[in-house]
């Protein structure tokens, strides 16, 4: 009954977002078509977890517990926006609060939310070796969830965090939402693959492709699989088979290039009438259902109405939160002591990331070639394995977009991530994490996320 209130509301917001499309003049997209499953993996979710909805997942949202007017406030740019304050757009959620899961800051860029998310369960992983990591009241241990539409497997940054979920078998829940279409572009048009054909190439990240309309079923999946990644700590892909029935967004809208009896099709697979007639099935009164409608309709138009209402963003304040305050405000020391000789800049690179290390147990380092065999091309790591263990220093692939964008979600468990990109000249592939995902953290979160993260990059001849 829970799920069929929510479904009803999700279904008015979508509604009164489509008849004040004046009023609701940002960007937005709703998640008509697939309810079902996102109700279902956020009646999963424990304070302990993690979870990075998408752009569409409005209903995860409602699963979670946020109300249609907290989701407004960020619809319509508002000053109480909870995420935001007003700074970004519809369903780009990011919170941290002890009754709910954490929701790391992501950007609109399609699919960069899987690394960021990735390193969350990277970090989850490093701080059950260390001992620090939270648990629920029954020692539940966390279970990281990334929520990603089919179309955007095809990026090759997933392909990055899939490859490193794969390897060090991270607690790690990729749910793939799959409507067929890409904005304009079909599945047929994009890919050879849908994303629970795609995932064989990962071995040993798990697999299960359902009807993602059929509340039952999914809800039924999510139990099992969060248990078993709860409890056996092994990545895992869910592939939900569902249907686009809104718009793609406010401003891409179905008219412009979707059939008529493709939208039909679509439209007899929406799950809020099967959950009806599966509840009149089980015995559930008419009256009652109706009653729950009518309630929905009305709780909707009083929060649109009080959302409308609320008072806009303070301008003053658009500078705040660009920069997280820093910790160390003045330089001490002395640069150059008396009867001290002077080192070689890597060596002083080296003695720096050791000093930080010895301080700071949440310190790691990795990146390519800086573990035990090697220690950096230029010797810049040099002993550090050997020190502090292959756990907190050690390789990882030629994936500079990993590297980099692992760092957000290192930073949102409380670690402080050092990485290395091998040469000056290989960073550009991990520009994008860079600038969408690490640069705006601090600041689309309000200061929520601000991203704790070194970044080496050595350049210069070497033989």
């Known amino acids: 009954m829970k799920a069929y209130r929510l479904m009803a509301c999700a279904k008015h917001m979508a509604d009164t977002y489509e008849a004040n499309r004046a009023i609701c003049k940002y960007v937005h997209s709703t998640s008509r078509g697939h309810e079902a499953i996102q109700l279902a993996t956020a009646f999963q979710m424990l304070p302990v977890d993690y979870i990075s909805p998408y752009y569409r997942d409005e209903s995860i949202l409602l699963g979670l517990g946020f109300s249609p007017l907290e989701l407004m406030l960020q619809l319509l740019g508002k000053k109480d926006d909870p995420f935001t304050g007003g700074r970004a757009y519809y369903s780009h959620p990011n919170y941290r609060s002890a009754n709910y899961p954490v929701i790391i800051h992501q950007s609109s860029a399609t699919g960069m939310q899987v690394i960021p998310t990735t390193g969350v369960a990277q970090g989850v992983q490093y701080t059950e070796k260390i001992g620090t990591v939270r648990k629920g009241p029954a020692g539940e241990l966390p279970v990281v969830i990334c929520s990603l539409g089919d179309a955007s497997v095809t990026e090759g940054e997933v392909s990055e965090a899939f490859q490193f979920a794969a390897l060090h078998q991270l607690p790690i829940i990729y749910l793939v939402q799959d409507n067929d279409w890409g904005i304009s572009v079909t599945s047929a048009e994009a890919r050879t693959n849908n994303a629970y054909e795609f995932i064989t190439g990962f071995n040993g990240i798990d697999r299960v492709s359902i009807d993602g309309t059929d509340f039952v079923t999914c809800y039924e999946t999510m139990q099992r699989v969060v248990q078993t990644v709860r409890n056996e700590r092994r990545p895992f892909l869910v592939h939900a088979k569902v249907p686009l029935i809104g718009h793609h967004t406010s401003g891409v809208r179905r008219e412009f290039y979707r059939e008529e009896e ?44 009080a959302a409308v209402a609320s008072p806009e963003p303070d301008t003053t304040q658009v500078h705040t939160h660009v920069f997280a305050p820093p910790a160390i405000t003045e330089e001490k020391g002395n640069r150059s002591p008396a009867h001290k000789e002077k080192v070689l800049m890597v060596d002083a690179a080296l003695f720096a990331i050791r000093e930080i290390m010895e301080d700071h147990p949440e310190a790691l380092l990795y990146g390519q070639d800086v573990g035990r065999r090697l220690g950096g091309v230029f010797r810049e790591a040099a002993t550090l394995a050997e020190q502090f263990g292959d756990h907190r220093v050690f390789n990882t692939a030629i994936q500079e977009a990993y590297i980099i964008g692992s760092t957000v979600g290192m930073s949102a468990v409380g670690l402080k991530p050092i990485v290395e990109v091998q040469f000056a000249d290989y960073i550009y592939p991990g520009f994008n994490q860079l600038v969408t995902e690490i640069s705006k953290s601090c600041y689309l979160s309000c200061g929520k996320f601000p991203v704790h993260t070194l970044i080496r990059v050595p350049i210069g001849a070497y033989g």
């Open 262 to 305: 493709e939208l039909k099709s679509h439209n007899a697979q929406d799950p809020g009438p099967k959950l009806r007639k599966a509840l009149l099935e089980a015995g559930v009164a008419e009256s009652e259902l109706l009653q729950i409608e009518a309630e929905a309709e009305q709780a909707v138009a009083a929060a649109f109405k």
